[in-house]
């Protein structure tokens, strides 16, 4: 059946179109290219390709390139991104045998798809040993022959530049002196802590590049955000040419917004389904990893005889079990897939026609990254957003309109975050002593953090020159650059480890009897061993989860700025965090009720980070009184919806931010909201949050006003983590606080 068909058919469908509140059509879009000249033999090879001509954004980049400009490439999936940075790699390759490239990925499986691009490319050029992945699947013996015999590309991802690469640079020296052009795909992906940890190990790279000779020239692909260029300033420290005007073609697409009467996950999985039946090639994404493993065990239940047509495809999977679900789904040997957001980066799986969405992925940026998946060879293509509880999904089934006018997110990176830079100022003196005149650290800025490190005897000062070495000669596995802060091991019975938590996050999510889902089984944590950072966990199988209680309290350090909004002040500076949880609900998973509550004994957990805070003026705090509003309720209630909004302007996930309100906050003696980024130190997203507030505020209070429940629900002001049990919140009085602020 073809996609117009199948649309016809869902649209005689009382019951989808009952549940259907928007229905968008994006029209098609033609070519646009620009002639560039290059290497003949290139080419003739990429005519044998289909290739003639290029696109506007290609012909542009490419140039830059040449020019000896770093460029940044802000374009749609599937618009030949690698095209920009393979031809000048290549052009350079074939003048000069020795030059090097190293190839950044965010996920593993996305280096070996462009390996492939790449090493087919060069392959038909003559040209051997092109390319070579390095990352934590090669084996050891094979790495050693890599080292060895040097290809001209490493493709690797950060995870390893920053433990395999930069800490053994001597058995690197050839690579590093002849580094022409560093890669840096989906450079969107680096964002928040993961992202400040980033921009340290670049800082690193381009340390060590100064001391090899090299000056490579750094070339960025990214989805479409709202601040390229700052963001790829922020990692690398360099200035970029920006190029988003794309020019490659676009079929139309058909998207609908579904607000379900039922189970969303009910009404995905019978879409999925009918897709399958009806021959639409269909990828279904989720918004977590249990849900992608029971909509496939639904599938098969509802189509037993597609049962080889259908994969699941998430983190956890072995790299074998990937590259052959990504090799099926290329072959078209697959239908259907329900995967995590494993599958929204740009591995090549060939042309999808149906994009199922359950659940909105938590930003602009995002949803079109998945929907970029399907309609990749010129046919019309359906995307179906399936909204679950949440405040943003039902947001946009109320106002689908709001999605295609809404600006791309910003992504957030904090490159002088104070605890990561310290953990990389103690992995690049293990690289090369830390001097004065260091090209890449301003000593001015970094000298307070290398005498605290000195005097926690971190780093070691030198007898005659002020020179600094650390104390250990390898200090990089003692970093995660995924994280902040101690990690925790998870540990199995037996003593295997089954996974990490970062201190931040072992009180909420490892306490002694709490529920632990890795890998699609289920863990009972049994203890919880500070001295050791481990939590040991054993197997099991229970029909509840668990949810932590906490008593939380909240510290100013010290205020940076404030902003007046109308009647409303907002300061941003640094705060002092103190989590304790108290015990834990145990609720049960098919309905979420409570079965009991249990009482724990923990030590505290506390943490600096930046933060946003207002304070309530005894007048208002009398006004939501004499209205009959609840004080408590009210500005716990601000304080949720305002959190769960904080995704539409920056990309980041609400577990990024935390929020405290106090009836009478100690300082101020009066009512304050506290709303603060959730990793130590900060990363950005609360001083993101000051830049916007009339627009944040306002998308707030429209959530709240638009939810058809009286008391607040999953939807508008209840929050899924929240340690109090979500008491008390006061709906209306949140919407009548919100409304004052806004006049």
């Given at each position: 059946?073809?996609?117009?068909?199948?649309?016809?058919?869902?649209?005689?469908?009382?019951?989808?179109?009952?549940?259907?509140?928007?229905?968008?059509?994006?029209?098609?879009?033609?070519?646009?290219?620009?002639?560039?000249?290059?290497?003949?033999?290139?080419?003739?090879?990429?005519?044998?390709?289909?290739?003639?001509?290029?696109?506007?954004?290609?012909?542009?980049?490419?140039?830059?390139?040449?020019?000896?400009?770093?460029?940044?490439?802000?374009?749609?999936?599937?618009?030949?991104?690698?095209?920009?940075?393979?031809?000048?790699?290549?052009?350079?390759?074939?003048?000069?045998?020795?030059?090097?490239?190293?190839?950044?990925?965010?996920?593993?499986?996305?280096?070996?798809?462009?390996?492939?691009?790449?090493?087919?490319?060069?392959?038909?050029?003559?040209?051997?040993?092109?390319?070579?992945?390095?990352?934590?699947?090669?084996?050891?013996?094979?790495?050693?022959?890599?080292?060895?015999?040097?290809?001209?590309?490493?493709?690797?991802?950060?995870?390893?530049?920053?433990?395999?690469?930069?800490?053994?640079?001597?058995?690197?020296?050839?690579?590093?002196?002849?580094?022409?052009?560093v890669v840096i795909d989906e450079i969107h992906s680096y964002r928040g802590v993961f992202g400040s940890h980033v921009s340290q190990v670049l800082g690193r790279l381009r340390r060590l590049c100064d001391y090899y000779g090299s000056s490579p020239r750094f070339i960025a692909a990214s989805a479409t955000i709202a601040n390229p260029e700052a963001l790829a300033e922020g990692l690398t420290g360099l200035p970029f040419s920006v190029i988003q005007e794309s020019g490659a073609p676009s079929s139309g697409r058909h998207f609908f917004f579904v607000n379900p009467i039922e189970s969303p996950y009910t009404v995905a999985t019978r879409l999925f389904v009918r897709c399958m039946q009806s021959g639409i090639r269909t990828i279904l994404f989720t918004k977590a990893r249990k849900i992608t493993e029971l909509i496939y065990s639904w599938a098969l239940d509802y189509v037993p005889d597609l049962a080889d047509k259908i994969s699941p495809y998430r983190a956890g999977f072995l790299p074998q079990e990937r590259r052959e679900i990504e090799a099926r789904l290329f072959s078209g040997e697959l239908l259907g897939v329900i995967s995590t957001s494993a599958l929204e980066l740009g591995v090549d799986i060939g042309g999808l026609d149906c994009c199922i969405l359950c659940g909105y992925p938590g930003s602009v940026s995002s949803t079109w990254q998945r929907a970029g998946r399907v309609g990749r060879q010129g046919r019309e293509s359906l995307v179906v957003l399936v909204a679950i509880e949440d405040a943003l999904d039902h947001y946009f089934v109320r106002h689908p309109a709001a999605f295609?006018?809404?600006?791309?997110?910003?992504?957030?990176?904090?490159?002088?975050?104070?605890?990561?830079?310290?953990?990389?100022?103690?992995?690049?003196?293990?690289?090369?002593?830390?001097?004065?005149?260091?090209?890449?650290?301003?000593?001015?800025?970094?000298?307070?953090?290398?005498?605290?490190?000195?005097?926690?005897?971190?780093?070691?000062?030198?007898?005659?020159?002020?020179?600094?070495?650390?104390?250990?000669?390898?200090?990089?596995?003692?970093?995660?650059?995924?994280?902040?802060?101690?990690?925790?091991?998870?540990?199995?019975?037996?003593?295997?480890?089954?996974?990490?938590?970062?201190?931040?996050?072992?009180?909420?999510?490892?306490?002694?009897?709490?529920?632990?889902?890795?890998?699609?089984?289920?863990?009972?944590?049994?203890?919880?061993?500070?001295?050791?950072?481990?939590?040991?966990?054993?197997?099991?199988?229970?029909?509840?989860?668990?949810?932590?209680?906490?008593?939380?309290?909240?510290?100013?350090?010290?205020?940076?700025?404030?902003?007046?909004?109308?009647?409303?002040?907002?300061?941003?500076?640094?705060?002092?965090?103190?989590?304790?949880?108290?015990?834990?609900?145990?609720?049960?998973?098919?309905?979420?009720?409570?079965?009991?509550?249990?009482?724990?004994?923990?030590?505290?957990?506390?943490?600096?980070?930046?933060?946003?805070?207002?304070?309530?003026?005894?007048?208002?705090?009398?006004?939501?009184?004499?209205?009959?509003?609840?004080?408590?309720?009210?500005?716990?209630?601000?304080?949720?919806?305002?959190?769960?909004?904080?995704?539409?302007?920056?990309?980041?996930?609400?577990?990024?931010?935390?929020?405290?309100?106090?009836?009478?906050?100690?300082?101020?003696?009066?009512?304050?909201?506290?709303?603060?980024?959730?990793?130590?130190?900060?990363?950005?997203?609360?001083?993101?949050?000051?830049?916007?507030?009339?627009?944040?505020?306002?998308?707030?209070?429209?959530?709240?006003?638009?939810?058809?429940?009286?008391?607040?629900?999953?939807?508008?002001?209840?929050?899924?983590?929240?340690?109090?049990?979500?008491?008390?919140?006061?709906?209306?009085?949140?919407?009548?606080?919100?409304?004052?602020?806004?006049?």
């Open positions: 059946m073809q996609i117009e068909e199948f649309i016809e058919a869902l649209g005689n469908e009382r019951e989808f179109q009952l549940q259907v509140s928007g229905h968008e059509y994006i029209e098609p879009r033609q070519a646009r290219h620009l002639p560039l000249d290059i290497d003949d033999r290139i080419r003739a090879s990429l005519g044998d390709r289909g290739i003639h001509d290029f696109y506007r954004h290609q012909a542009e980049a490419i140039q830059g390139i040449r020019d000896g400009r770093h460029v940044l490439l802000m374009t749609p999936t599937a618009s030949g991104k690698s095209l920009v940075y393979n031809i000048p790699v290549l052009e350079s390759v074939l003048a000069d045998g020795l030059t090097n490239a190293l190839y950044l990925y965010p996920l593993k499986g996305l280096e070996q798809d462009q390996l492939r691009n790449l090493s087919e490319l060069a392959a038909s050029l003559g040209l051997q040993n092109t390319g070579q992945v390095y990352d934590g699947d090669t084996p050891p013996a094979q790495r050693k022959k890599i080292r060895e015999a040097l290809p001209n590309v490493v493709f690797t991802n950060p995870d390893m530049l920053h433990l395999g690469l930069l800490p053994f640079h001597r058995k690197w020296g050839d690579f590093f002196r002849n580094l022409r052009f295609f006018k809404k600006n791309h997110e910003a992504a957030v990176v904090d490159p002088g975050n104070s605890n990561i830079l310290k953990q990389h100022l103690v992995c690049a003196a293990a690289e090369l002593p830390l001097r004065r005149d260091d090209g890449v650290y301003a000593f001015d800025t970094v000298e307070p953090l290398i005498n605290e490190l000195t005097d926690a005897k971190a780093l070691l000062k030198g007898k005659r020159a002020e020179v600094w070495s650390p104390a250990n000669r390898r200090p990089h596995r003692d970093v995660s650059i995924r994280a902040i802060g101690e990690r925790f091991s998870l540990v199995n019975e037996s003593g295997k480890t089954i996974g990490e938590l970062s201190g931040s996050r072992v009180y909420r999510e490892a306490f002694p009897g709490a529920i632990y889902l890795h890998r699609g089984r289920q863990y009972q944590v049994a203890e919880l061993d500070l001295l050791r950072r481990k939590a040991v966990c054993r197997q099991t199988r229970a029909d509840y989860y668990t949810q932590p209680l906490s008593a939380d309290s909240t510290e100013i350090i010290g205020e940076k700025e404030q902003r007046d909004f109308g009647p409303v002040r907002f300061s941003w500076g640094r705060l002092r965090i103190t989590q304790r949880v108290t015990g834990y609900d145990k609720k049960r998973t098919f309905d979420r009720k409570k079965i009991s509550t249990h009482s724990l004994d923990l030590p505290e957990h506390i943490f600096e980070t930046e933060g946003v805070w207002t304070v309530i003026s005894r007048r208002t705090e009398e006004e939501i009184g004499n209205r009959g509003f609840d004080l408590g309720g009210t500005i716990h209630a601000v304080e949720h919806a305002a959190i769960a909004c904080m995704p539409l302007f920056s990309l980041c996930d609400r577990g990024d931010i935390g929020g405290l309100s106090h009836t009478q906050f100690p300082a101020f003696g009066l009512p304050a909201i506290f709303i603060y980024d959730g990793h130590e130190g900060g990363v950005g997203l609360a001083r993101r949050a000051l830049d916007i507030v009339p627009e944040w505020i306002g998308t707030t209070l429209n959530i709240l006003r638009d939810c058809p429940c009286e008391g607040g629900c999953p939807s508008c002001v209840q929050d899924p983590h929240c340690g109090n049990r979500n008491e008390p919140l006061d709906k209306k009085g949140a919407m009548f606080l919100l409304g004052t602020w806004l006049g």
